[in-house]
């Protein structure tokens, strides 16, 4: 599942703080608060059918990832919308396309740390690609990291934030044992999430997920749980221990990036029969069907 460069998106046109720039003319400053400390706050949304699906939700996680932050200038969710419209005007996009936002604390006035820096204001920066689910839908292949996952105590992981070190060491180890990505604990032992995703196993007929202690509050994770009342499939959000992943019948990962996408194998172990499994399989049909009456046209 190594993405690959999408020749469509060569003649990109990206918006930086309302500019809309070619992407090879799209630049920050060495002084934006992203270079000088991952000082951001970003969200992955996905286009279908020329809608954003739950556009109010991922605004919703940026203004509260911003606020815990202390930005001091949060644009309103209309300024925001209508940036990313233009954005997709210029790019004459319409379906298949993954839009990374990005919400910088700003330019500083030299470099360092301190927000007291900042005094040009946050920075917006818009950026549409084609891409279509990057994760292959079936017998994805996990490992273990040795990186475990913050809890609130620590620092909070449901601050949606640029800082991603966490998660690329855990993803150096999987390329390095040849898996797709890395399975997450938190600093207890518990299953936290992958890398990128959050997960779901089937464990003795049951769907259990883990809480959002040590990871984001997800939105495709989110949305499944919406499903499993709607559709009146019993999901227990708790504690998932490594003996409970490695004897589950399922196991599968959610995520904007990928939707949804079922796991063969955990640190060698074959997950039920490596297969995508029965509960996963009518998960990404009614997934499907909910994606589409629940977009925002822009
Ligand atoms: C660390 C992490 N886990 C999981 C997810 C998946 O969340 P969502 O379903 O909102 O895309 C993301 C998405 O940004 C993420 O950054």
Known sequence: MLQKYDQRNADLI?????????????????????VQGGDGVWEGLRLYDGQIFRLDAHLARLRSSAKALAFSDIPTDAEITEQISQTLEANQMQDGVHIRLTLSRGEKITSGMDPRLNAKGSLLIVLAEHKPPVYDKVGLKLITSSVRR?????????????????????KVQANAAGAD??????????VAETN??????????????????????????????????????ACEVGDISLTAVYRADEMFCTG?????????????????????GDVALRLSMLFRDFVAKNGTRV
Do not use: W, Y
């Open 150 to 170: 913050f809890r609130p105590d620590t620092l909070d992981p449901n601050i949606h934030h640029n800082n991603l070190v966490q998660s690329i060491m855990a």
């Open 181 to 190: 990505d890395a399975l997450m604990l938190d600093t207890l032992g518990f």
């Open 196 to 233: 990128a995703t959050h997960v779901f196993i089937v464990d003795g007929g049951v769907l259990r997920t883990p809480t959002t202690r040590a990871c984001p509050e997800g939105i495709t994770r989110d949305t499944i749980l919406n499903i499993c009342a709607d559709n009146k499939i």
């Open 14 to 34: 990206v918006n930086i703080g309302g500019e809309l720039l070619h992407r090879d003319q799209a630049r920050i400053s060495p002084f934006d608060s992203l």
């Open 256 to 276: 904007t990036m990928g939707e949804i996408a079922a796991i063969g194998e955990v640190d060698g172990r074959i997950i039920g029969d490596g297969n995508c």
